[in-house]
């Protein structure tokens, strides 16, 4: 993302840290306003327009977003008064407002990361699920139906909000960096981060445990595990975190090994 996108970012949580109502209707509202630009050229481009005036722009969102609740109202105004880098910038924009709308919703997420952790794993399990909810010949609303439909009754309504919102304009994007960012994004809004760990076998709770604090005394903030059994690791244990991979398994060291000995 460009700077001004970063700074349009910005100027939208701002917003959003002012809202007054209930942030999941909030977070639902702006995935709908997404959808609604997204789908109309001529309010997308006129809203990422850098060329016009930030005024000009408000009242616009006042205009097409009338019906909207007025923290809606604000996060888009203020969202459109800032300058984008792309018109695509303004959508994944409105999508992370939308996501950290919803985190705010339900405080520490960690029952929403977890929830998405296993969205992730079922998903990634069965291809005529990840063929439902992540091919691009499937239209957005009929795989945001299929989420809905999936986890009615058995997720949060937070964790059904943002998966379906995401899967409705996947725009080509894979559905497991989809999840990836939104977990990230619902970590961050509760000041956490989260780590996702591979092991050979299943981690006992006090291995998990000591994991996480050691994690957390690393990083300065609470730390989120979301736990995968990879036998491929055969030992030891494989943390990412963000872009950043912590590799203590054996199969790297064995992998190193063989790379050193056939250089």
């Known amino acids: 993302m460009g700077s001004a996108t970063t700074q349009a970012i910005a100027a939208g949580?701002?917003?959003?840290a002012e809202a007054k109502g209930d942030t999941l209707d909030l977070g639902r509202e702006l995935f709908a306003a997404r959808d609604v630009i997204a789908e109309t050229a001529t309010l997308k481009g006129a809203?990422?327009?850098?060329?016009?005036?930030?005024?000009?722009?408000?009242?616009l969102v006042d205009r097409v977003f009338?019906?909207?609740?007025?923290?809606?109202?604000?996060?888009l105004r203020a969202s459109a008064g800032a300058r984008w880098s792309s018109a695509d910038d303004l959508l994944t924009g409105l999508e992370e407002l939308g996501i950290r709308a919803v985190a705010a919703s339900v405080g520490d997420g960690q029952t929403v990361i977890e929830e998405l952790a296993a969205f992730q794993k079922a998903v990634s399990a069965d291809p005529d699920l990840e063929y439902a909810v992540g091919s691009a010949l499937v239209p957005g609303g009929q795989k945001a139906q299929v989420v809905e439909k999936l986890l009615g009754g058995k997720a949060s309504a937070a964790t059904t909000t943002i998966l379906a919102a995401l899967v409705r304009r996947a725009a080509g994007r894979r559905i497991?960096?989809?999840?990836?960012?939104?977990s990230t994004l619902v970590a961050a809004q509760a000041d956490r981060?989260?780590?996702t760990v591979q092991t050979a076998a299943p981690l006992t709770a006090e291995q998990s445990a000591r994991i996480r604090a050691a994690l957390s005394k690393a990083e300065g903030r609470e730390v989120v595990?979301?736990?995968?059994?990879?036998?491929?690791?055969?030992?030891?244990v494989r943390v990412v975190i963000g872009d950043r991979v912590i590799d203590g398994s054996v199969a790297t060291r064995l992998n190193?090994?063989?790379?050193?000995?056939?250089?």
Not at 66 to 75: E, I, N
Not at 176 to 182: F, Q
Not at 225 to 234: A, M, N, Y
């Open 13 to 16: 949580r701002a917003a959003l």
């Open 47 to 59: 809203l990422a327009d850098a060329a016009a005036s930030a005024e000009a722009k408000q009242a």
């Open 225 to 236: 595990l979301t736990e995968l059994v990879d036998p491929s690791v055969i030992g030891g």
């Open 193 to 195: 981060a989260v780590a």
């Open 256 to 263: 190193d090994l063989r790379l050193a000995l056939a250089g």
């Open 66 to 75: 009338r019906a909207s609740t007025a923290d809606t109202r604000a996060v």
């Open 176 to 182: 497991g960096d989809l999840i990836k960012r939104a």
